[in-house]
């Protein structure tokens, strides 16, 4: 006997939450224990769509289930129909988990990944069962169900993170007055990811800039950009550079407990004095160009990375700038994407592309993102690739 989902006496019994397990239910068609197997043949073979129904008692309560492929299985060997058509539903039903509907999606997901685990006959069905706080049958949905709810999530949770991190590159700040020209380059390498930059115009003719890669990929990696973005955000630099990073580590080991971290180039340049201080955060990734020759910033002292100790006391350096003077920071994602042949473009094709903007050929993004798509051809991009070219 086939059943509405609309009409199941349980169904109203549930409470609906936005994450219970009853809303995805797809399946509604019960069949009587005692009822014959040739006759759910005849229903399942009017209508394709059912790939099982839920064998239930007197009560409505659910006794297990029957798939259509065993069910025509069992029917198709020889004498099939002969020896099983007259017998009842119960005889051939099999077990399967049951759950109260209004089960939070997540536990049922955590439920069956213990259970896919240590295996069972339960997790061959690939359907589960659900049911009102009586035990009456509310519906059917099948493993499958579940994994493309848990796709969809993800693909939607995705393209947030995406927009979001779009909207955060867009309001990264722009620096004006200060004698100084800046172009700044992101390409995540999966939607979103862990690499960013932050421009912030200070008091008394002074910027703030910074560049970070975030341990980690995809949504995670997300997640410590937005908590980072905001607290740069917020945070009124009046204490000096070596301030502000130890804020930051302080909220990163609080927030994430040393799970999560970030390399990170950090600095304030003080157009006045024509002062750059900087610290680098375990980033390494940038070159200073002077006339015709770059020189990487040597430092006396190396900066661990951003959230992987309770406590710091960063380095911080300072540097006099010359007019005609310039600073690359990148992130290794630029260098080490590799082309079919598994060369990396490396640090020498990046810096003759900064010596030819810096000639005044084009914008240093203008030129990068063109050189590496010739690069890679059809390699896919490796990791998050982000930029900041200064010229003082």
Same mark, same amino acid.
């Given at each position: ?118 295996? +069972? ?49 867009? @309001? ?11 172009? *700044? ?7 979103? +990811? ?14 703030? *800039? ?29 204490? @000096? ?22 390399? +990170? ?41 951003? +959230? ?85």
């Amino acid at each position: 006997m086939q059943t509405d989902g609309a009409d199941l006496q349980g169904q109203d019994q549930i409470r609906s939450y936005p994450n219970s397990i009853q809303k995805l239910a797809r399946y509604f068609q019960t069949f009587r224990r005692d009822a014959a197997i040739a006759e759910l043949a005849d229903m399942l073979d009017r209508d394709r769509r059912i790939f099982a129904v839920c064998v239930v008692d007197d009560f409505s309560r659910p006794l297990g289930i029957i798939r259509r492929d065993k069910l025509f299985l069992l029917l198709g060997k020889r004498f099939g129909w002969d020896l099983m058509g007259k017998r009842m539903a119960l005889e051939i039903t099999e077990e399967a988990p049951v759950f109260p509907g209004d089960t939070n999606i997540f536990t049922v997901s955590q439920f069956l990944s213990a259970a896919f685990k240590t295996g +069972g006959p339960e997790m061959e069905n690939r359907f589960m069962i659900l049911t009102d706080l009586q035990g009456i049958f509310t519906g059917m949905l099948s493993f499958q169900d579940l994994s493309n709810y848990f796709v969809e999530m993800t693909n939607r949770d995705i393209a947030m993170a995406s927009l979001l991190q779009e909207r955060f590159l867009a @309001g990264a700040g722009e620096v004006s007055g200060r004698g100084i020209e800046i172009n *700044a380059w992101s390409l995540p390498a999966k939607g979103v +990811g862990g690499d960013f930059y932050f421009l912030k115009n200070l008091e008394e003719g002074r910027f703030f *800039a910074a560049l970070c890669d975030v341990s980690g990929k995809g949504i995670a990696a997300s997640l410590v950009v937005s908590m980072v973005w905001g607290f740069l955000r917020a945070y009124a630099i009046k204490g @000096g550079l070596g301030d502000l990073i130890v804020a930051l580590n302080s909220s990163m080991v609080s927030t994430f407990h040393l799970e999560k971290y970030l390399t +990170g180039f950090f600095m304030i340049y003080d157009a006045g004095t024509r002062q750059l201080q900087f610290a680098d955060m375990g980033h390494s990734h940038n070159v200073f160009l002077r006339d015709r020759v770059f020189h990487r910033l040597e430092k006396a002292k190396v900066n661990l990375p951003v +959230g992987i100790e309770l406590k710091i006391k960063p380095a911080i350096f300072r540097l006099e700038i010359r007019p005609g003077d310039s600073l690359l920071v990148y992130t290794d994602g630029i260098t080490e994407q590799d082309n079919p042949q598994g060369e990396e473009f490396g640090d020498e094709r990046l810096l003759k592309l900064a010596f030819q903007s810096r000639a005044g050929e084009k914008a240093l993004d203008a030129l990068l993102a063109p050189a590496l798509d010739e690069f890679r051809k059809n390699t896919p991009q490796r990791d998050d690739m982000t930029s900041l070219f200064f010229r003082f």
